[in-house]
C-alpha cells in the first residue's frame, strides 16, 4: 500500500480505537511506525541513511500528527485508558529518534505529550510531593522531616511540566493553554504551587478562536481555561470559590468554562457533605460504612473538607453559595447553560424539578427540551430527527437523569389515558421518567454505550418497577422481571451492532445477583403471580405464556433463572475476553495458549499483533462475576475463572495497578472466591423467609483444592485469603443487608 494509504487507515483505526478498544492504539501506532518511514531513506541492510530535508519534513509533520491523535481521549473510561495512549506516544517518539536526523517534536506534538500526561496517575515522586504540601493555601512545601530540608523544589517538578519546560527549552512561544496545563501540573504562573490534577485538558472554543487570531500576544491571565484551571486545581470549595472571586474582581468577561469548574467543585462539595452525613449515622447505628476518599488531592473530582485549624483555611470575603443561587448568577451574567456544562448539571441534578429547570434553561430548541420532557406523544420519526441533533454524551446525560428518578415512586398508570385531555396526559407522562427513558432510546437507539448502561443500571436496583398496569405486585416478582428486560436491552444493543464491554457486564452481573434471590424466594412459594389478569408490560420485555396460570409461570420463571442465568453471563464474558485462543471452543474451559501461538511470529510481527484479550476486566468487574457464579453454586466455572485469572494475571495486575485502590479490590476478588467455593456465603436468612440451610454449598473438595493451589502458586496474589478475611467479608454483608457492593 502506498503512504497515503497507510496514514488515512491508521487514523481511521485510530478513531475507532478510542471508540471502541483502547488497548490497541499501541498495535496501530506500531504499525503506523513500521510502515511509514520514508521509503528512500532504507538501504539493502534496513538501516537508515540521512533523509533529504523535504522528506524529514513531510515525516515529522505526520509523526507529530499522529502523537495528537494519540491524545484525543477515549470514549469510554478516559483515564482507565491513559496508558495504552502513553504506550502509544513513547513508541512513536522513539521511533523519531531512530531517523537520521531526528524527527523534531514541533508544538503539537508537545501539546499532546502534556495531554496526555495530565491525565496520567501520579508518579511515587509527584505524589512524595503532594503529601508534603502544606494544608494552607498555597500549598507550599511543608519539612514534615528531617531530611525533607533535603528535598528540593526541582522534586516538585511533575512530568507535564518538564514536558512544558522542554517545549520553551525548544524556543516556541507561550500561549495561554500552556500556562492552564502548567497550574494543572501543580505551578501557578507566578510560580506558587497549585495541586497537581488529573484532568482531561481540553482547549475551549473560544479560547481556539483566540489563539487562531491572535497566535503570538495573548494575554494569559484573561484566558478562561487559565482561570478554569486555577478552580479545578484546588483541595476545598473555599478555594475553589476564593479564585473564582479574583476572576470576578478583573472584570473579564463571562465564560461557560469558568462557570462549569466552579459548578463541578459545588455538586462535589454536596456529595462530600452527603457522604460524611450517611457515614457518621451509619457508626451511631453500629454500621459499617464504605467512604472512599482519594488518594491524593487531585486524583479525582471529589473535594477536600476545609482544614481544622482556622489558621489553615483560606479567607474570602463571601462565602461560597449555594449550586441554585450560583446557576442564577450565571444566568444573570448572560450565559445559558450548554454543551459539557448542562451535561453535568442534568446528570447531577438534585431532584427532577431541578433538572427539568436546568433543560428550559438552556439553549436547545424549544422541539428538543418538549420531547426530551414527553409533552405530547409527537410520532416516533419526529422524535428521532428532534434528537439525533443532540451530542451523544448529552443525551445518555439525560438518559442518567430520567433513570436515576425512575422508581416505583414515580411510575403512574396511564394504561387508561388515551382519552383524557392533553395537558393531564402531558403531566403523566412527565411523571413516567423510567418509561420515557425507556421509549427514547427505543426510538432514537443511540450507539453510545453509557446511553444503555443507565437503564442497565436503573434496573438492578432492588424492587423498581418496569410495567405499567398493576403496581401492587411483590417486590421479588418485580425483580424477576427486570432481568428479563436486562436481557431484551441486550437484544437491542445487538441489533444495533453494539456490543457490551466489561462495565455493562458488570451491571449485567448484579442484575442476575437480584434475579437469582428474587427466583429463590418465589421457588418457596412466598409470593404471587408474575403476570396478571389486565397487566400490560409497556416495555415487552417479559414474555408470557397465556396458558398457564400466575403460578406456573412463576415457577418457570424462576427455575429458567437459577438454571440458564450463569449459562447466559459466561457466554458473554468469553466473547468480551476472547483473544488469541484464550477461549476453548468446547466451552466448558477457557485455556489460553497465546504464548504457544505468538512462537510461530517474528519479534516485528508480535509487536503488531492485537492485544491477546480484547479487553480486560477490572477487579471489581470481576467480582460480580465471582458473586453470581458463586451464588448459582457453578463451581466448575470458577475453577475455570480461576484458571483464566491466573494465566493473565500480568493483564490483570495492569489494569489493578492503575486503580486506586486495585490492589485491594483484586485482593476481594480472591476472598469472594474462597467464600463461596467452602460455602460461607449464607445469601438469605430466616428474616428474609428461608432456612439457614437453604444456604451455600460447599464444592467439591477437588475444585477446591485446585483453586486454593491456583491462588497460593501465581505470584502477586498474596496466597490464599484468611479465615479473618472471610469473616470480615461476610459480616460486612451482613451487616448491611444487601449483596457485598462491587
Known amino acids: 500500500m502506498s503512504e497515503p494509504t497507510i496514514v488515512v487507515m491508521v487514523i481511521r483505526l485510530l478513531r475507532h480505537a478510542r471508540k471502541h478498544w483502547p488497548a490497541a492504539l499501541g498495535n496501530i501506532s506500531s504499525m503506523f511506525i513500521t510502515h511509514v518511514r520514508g521509503n528512500e531513506t532504507i538501504d539493502t541492510t534496513d538501516k537508515f541513511v540521512k533523509m533529504p530535508e523535504r522528506t524529514s519534513a513531510r515525516l515529522s509533520l505526520l509523526y507529530n500528527r499522529i502523537l495528537t491523535l494519540l491524545a484525543l481521549p477515549s470514549s469510554q473510561h478516559p483515564y482507565r485508558a491513559i496508558p495504552y495512549h502513553q504506550r502509544a506516544q513513547f513508541n512513536v517518539i522513539s521511533k ?75 524556543g516556541y512561544a507561550s500561549r495561554p493553554w500552556q500556562s492552564a496545563a502548567k497550574i494543572l501540573s501543580g505551578w501557578d504562573t507566578d510560580q506558587s504551587p497549585t495541586i497537581q490534577t488529573r484532568a482531561i ?29 486555577r478552580i479545578r486545581s484546588t483541595r476545598t470549595l473555599n478555594e475553589s470559590w476564593a479564585c473564582f472571586v ?124 418538549s420531547t426530551l420532557l414527553g409533552r405530547g406523544i409527537p410520532k416516533s420519526q419526529d422524535i428521532h430527527d428532534l434528537l439525533k441533533t443532540l451530542p451523544e454524551y448529552m443525551f445518555a446525560s439525560y438518559i442518567r437523569f430520567l433513570c436515576r428518578f425512575g422508581s416505583s415512586t414515580l411510575v403512574q398508570d396511564t394504561r387508561n389515558s388515551r382519552n383524557r385531555e392533553s395537558t393531564k396526559e402531558r403531566r403523566d407522562l412527565e411523571g413516567n421518567t423510567l418509561l420515557l427513558a425507556f421509549r427514547l ?12 448502561y443507565s437503564l442497565l443500571s436503573a434496573l438492578i436496583r432492588p424492587r423498581v418497577k418496569i410495567r405499567e398496569g398493576t403496581f401492587g405486585t411483590n417486590g421479588h416478582v418485580e425483580d424477576m422481571a427486570t432481568w428479563y428486560a436486562t436481557l431484551r436491552i441486550i437484544d437491542q444493543m445487538k441489533e444495533i451492532d453494539l456490543e457490551l464491554d466489561f462495565e455493562g457486564f458488570q ?108 479487553e480486560v476486566p477490572s477487579p471489581a468487574e470481576l467480582h460480580a462475576f465471582i458473586r453470581a457464579l458463586g451464588l448459582s453454586r457453578d463451581h466448575d466455572n470458577l475453577l475455570a475463572l480461576a484458571q483464566w485469572m491466573a494465566h493473565f494475571s500480568p493483564e490483570l495486575k495492569a489494569v489493578a495497578d492503575e486503580l486506586r485502590n486495585g490492589s485491594t479490590l483484586m485482593r476481594r476478588c480472591l476472598i469472594a472466591m474462597r467464600v463461596f467455593l467452602e ?61 457485598y457492593s462491587p
Open 246 to 369: 479574583a476572576y470576578k474582581d478583573r472584570n473579564l468577561s463571562a465564560s461557560i468554562a469558568v462557570y462549569y469548574a466552579m459548578i463541578e467543585k459545588l455538586v462535589f462539595d454536596t456529595k462530600r457533605n452527603r457522604k460524611e452525613s450517611q457515614g457518621h449515622s451509619s457508626q451511631l447505628l453500629g454500621q459499617s460504612t464504605n467512604i472512599s476518599l482519594p488518594e491524593w488531592s487531585g486524583d479525582s473530582k471529589e473535594v477536600s473538607a476545609d482544614p481544622k485549624d482556622p489558621r489553615d483555611t483560606i479567607y474570602v470575603r463571601t462565602p461560597p453559595p449555594s449550586l441554585d443561587d450560583f446557576f442564577q448568577t450565571m444566568i444573570a451574567d448572560g450565559l445559558v447553560p450548554s454543551g459539557r456544562c448542562l451535561s453535568f448539571l442534568i446528570s447531577h441534578a438534585g431532584t427532577k424539578s431541578v433538572g427539568v429547570k436546568y433543560l428550559t434553561s438552556s439553549n436547545l430548541p424549544p422541539g428538543t427540551i
Open 201 to 229: 485538558f481540553q482547549e475551549s472554543v473560544k479560547s481556539r478562536h483566540v489563539r487562531c487570531l491572535e497566535a503570538k500576544f495573548i494575554n494569559s491571565e484573561a484566558d478562561s481555561d487559565v482561570w478554569a484551571a
Open 679 to 739: 460455602g460461607h456465603w449464607q445469601y438469605f436468612t430466616s428474616a428474609d423467609g428461608l432456612d439457614d440451610d437453604q444456604g451455600m454449598q460447599r464444592a467439591p473438595e477437588i475444585v477446591i483444592e485446585k483453586v486454593f493451589r491456583i491462588i497460593k502458586e501465581v505470584e502477586g496474589w498474596g496466597g490464599l485469603p484468611t479465615d479473618e478475611e472471610v469473616e470480615t467479608y461476610c459480616q460486612r454483608a451482613r451487616s448491611d443487608r444487601k449483596p
Open 507 to 614: 451491571k449485567i452481573c448484579i442484575g442476575f445477583e437480584k434475579a437469582f434471590a428474587a427466583s429463590q424466594q418465589i421457588l418457596a412459594g412466598l409470593h404471587q403471580p408474575l403476570i396478571t389478569e389486565g397487566d400490560t408490560s409497556t416495555l415487552g420485555h417479559v414474555a408470557v405464556n397465556k396458558t398457564l396460570d400466575g403460578w406456573e409461570r412463576n415457577r418457570l420463571d424462576a427455575e429458567e433463572i437459577i438454571s440458564n442465568g450463569t449459562t447466559k453471563l459466561t457466554s458473554i464474558f468469553k466473547r468480551l475476553v476472547a483473544g488469541y485462543n484464550s477461549v476453548d471452543k468446547s466451552g466448558n474451559r477457557w485455556n489460553a495458549k497465546a504464548a504457544a501461538d505468538l512462537k510461530r511470529f517474528s519479534r516485528t510481527e508480535q509487536e503488531i499483533l492485537l492485544p491477546k484479550l480484547l
Open 441 to 452: 432510546m427505543y426510538v432514537l437507539k443511540p450507539t453510545y454505550r453509557p446511553a444503555w
Open 96 to 170: 523519531m529518534n531512530d531517523f537520521e536526523p531526528p524527527l523534531a517534536i514541533n508544538v503539537e506534538g508537545y501539546r499532546a505529550v502534556v495531554v496526555v500526561q495530565l491525565a496520567h496517575r501520579k508518579t511515587l515522586k509527584e505524589r512524595e510531593w503532594a503529601k508534603m504540601k502544606a494544608v494552607s493555601w498555597p500549598p507550599w512545601k511543608e519539612e514534615k522531616l528531617g531530611i525533607d530540608a533535603d528535598i528540593g523544589v526541582d522534586s516538585g517538578i511533575s512530568r507535564a511540566d518538564e514536558t512544558l519546560s522542554r517545549l520553551k527549552e525548544g
